[in-house]
């Protein structure tokens, strides 16, 4: 099901999302409004490692395993975002990321994750950040292999 519309608990979510924390509340209702709320079934695929990504999903409820040549890598849930690094490169997406519970989430693509970007340009420093933690974590697991 997607539906767009914004509602008071859907911006206490958002203001709870590190790449949103610091936000005003304008900047929040302007990410709300740009988003799309899509719900995924138990089994449902998020995101498909390999495939094209074309959007950023914020998860708001539910929890979805991530898995990396079928070997699980990680459990996310509540504020948890997934598909940034294909949204940005235009890439493959990295993982797969399946629904073990409902989920449901946001979902920005690509036309208003850029404009969001633009209109609130804190939220690129914080994206940096946060791929650059990711990146360390990646590696930091890479070379105890």
């Known amino acids: 099901m997607r539906s767009r519309g914004q ?3 859907a911006l206490d979510m958002l203001a709870q999302v ?4 610091g936000c005003s ?3 929040l209702k302007r990410i709300d ?3 799309t709320r899509v719900d995924y079934a138990v089994g449902k695929t998020l995101c498909e490692e390999g495939a094209v990504g074309r959007e950023l999903i914020l998860i708001v409820e539910g929890e979805a395993v991530v898995e990396r040549g079928g070997q699980e890598v990680a459990k996310v849930g509540p504020t948890a975002f997934i598909g940034e690094m294909s949204l940005l490169d235009g890439g493959p997406r990295s993982a797969t990321v399946t629904a073990v519970s409902e989920v449901h989430a ?3 693509p690509p036309r208003e994750f850029w404009q969001v ?3 609130v340009p804190a939220i690129g420093h914080k994206l940096l950040s946060t791929l650059a ?3 360390r974590a990646t590696d930091e ?3 105890q292999a």
């Open 7 to 9: 509602s008071t608990s």
């Open 18 to 21: 590190p790449l949103f924390r």
């Open 25 to 27: 509340k304008d900047e």
């Open 33 to 35: 409004r740009a988003a």
């Open 106 to 108: 946001l979902v920005l």
């Open 117 to 119: 970007l633009d209109d």
């Open 133 to 135: 933690a990711r990146l």
């Open 141 to 143: 697991v890479a070379y």
